[in-house]
Antibody, heavy 116, light 112 residues
Framework: EVQLVESGGRLVQPGGSLRLSCAASGFRFSNYYMGWVRRPPGKGLEWVANIKEDGSEKYYVDSVKGRFTISRDNAENSLFLQMNSLRDEDTAVYYC?????????WGQGTLVTVSS | DAVMTQSPLSLPVTLGQPASISCRSSQGLVHTDGNIYLHWFQQRPGQSPRRLIYKISNRDSGVPDRFGGSGSGTDFTLKISRVEAEDVGFYYCMQATHWPHTFGQGTKLEIK
């Protein structure tokens, strides 16, 4: 059974940093693009970042470029999102999704709240 | 960026009746590989999104056959032949042909 389990979300002050993790199981992780998608409270979904199977290519939406870094550890079947210089507008539930744009499986999400 | 515009944004439906959601893209969605990466997702209250339809019209495993997708060019449609109570939630179209991948605003389906 495919499982994606996010962790690391919490309350953080503006300007702070946070690292999200996504533990994958039930499939060959190293064979798939992976991505992060977020849903701010009361708003729709926004694709944040993608990473190629071997980590050699990474893509970011403009609003997080230079502040967020997506990475992966294929030996540990894990996906990460390092978030720096956090802003109020980064408050959202963050989901990891398998397959990059295919998004055929999603985790349950982890809540990041940026507030003073 | 490809802007995805959904309508309606609110969709009250009587149980057993059909429902239809439209999605229009500001750009063509044909990828260089010839595919059109237009997908539909459902997000029930308190749950994570679930893909229902991929590449316009292909139903995902386990998705009831009352859900169907169609369209071409820049206009796409999700249809539910007979709405059931479990269909309540938000529906999103998403294009994954261009980066950044972009979603429609979401359509909230509720039971009348």
């Amino acid at each position: 059974e495919v499982q994606l389990v996010e962790s690391g979300g919490r309350l953080v002050q503006p300007g702070g940093s946070l690292r999200l993790s996504c533990a994958a199981s039930g499939f060959r992780f190293s064979n798939y693009y992976m991505g992060w998608v977020r849903r701010p409270p009361g708003k729709g979904l926004e694709w944040v970042a993608n990473i190629k199977e071997d980590g050699s290519e990474k893509y970011y939406v403009d609003s997080v470029k230079g502040r967020f870094t997506i990475s992966r550890d294929n030996a540990e079947n894990s996906l990460f999102l390092q978030m720096n210089s956090l802003r109020d507008e980064d408050t959202a539930v963050y989901y990891c999704a398998r397959g990059g744009g295919a998004a055929d499986f999603w985790g349950q999400g982890t809540l990041v709240t940026v507030s003073s | 960026d490809a802007v995805m515009t959904q309508s309606p944004l609110s969709l009250p439906v009587t149980l057993g009746q059909p429902a239809s959601i439209s999605c229009r893209s500001s750009q063509g969605l044909v990828h260089t590989d010839g595919n059109i990466y237009l997908h539909w997702f459902q997000q029930r209250p308190g749950q994570s999104p679930r893909r229902l339809i991929y590449k316009i019209s292909n139903r995902d495993s386990g998705v009831p056959d009352r859900f169907g997708g169609s369209g071409s060019g820049t206009d796409f449609t999700l249809k539910i032949s007979r709405v059931e109570a479990e269909d309540v939630g938000f529906y999103y179209c998403m294009q994954a042909t261009h980066w950044p991948h972009t979603f429609g605003q979401g359509t909230k389906l509720e039971i009348k």
